[in-house]
């Protein structure tokens, strides 16, 4: 199923995220990276990631309907993208059943 901006599902509209100025820091993109970080290290992007990372899952964490989005995501498989505050693969983790301590430590790039 996927998400209808013409019929999206009624958890939508209490969404935290959807009058939020930049959707796009749900959805990181590469190329928008790659101009954002242009001049910094490998280091540095790295640093400036992980703390955009730990900005969305807080702004998740506020979200009224933050589980409804989660159970979205994993009923739907959502490819990319933070969703009720877990990557891609913080929400394979929880498919597979592994132990929450395991996917709640630091995220590497590749877990958007």
Known sequence: MELSLLYPPEWVQYARCGGDPDPDRFF????RDEDDLS?????QRRTVRRKRREAVRAF???CRVQQECLNYALEN???????G???RQER???????????VSGPVTD???
Do not use: H, M, Y
């Open 39 to 43: 001049g910094l290290t490998e280091r």
């Open 85 to 87: 505050g877990l990557t």
């Open 77 to 83: 498989d959502e490819p990319v993208g933070v969703w």
């Open 60 to 62: 998740c964490n506020g």
């Open 110 to 112: 590749a877990q958007l």
């Open 92 to 102: 394979d983790a929880l498919r597979r059943g592994t132990p929450a301590a395991s």
């Open 28 to 31: 990181p993109d590469a190329d």
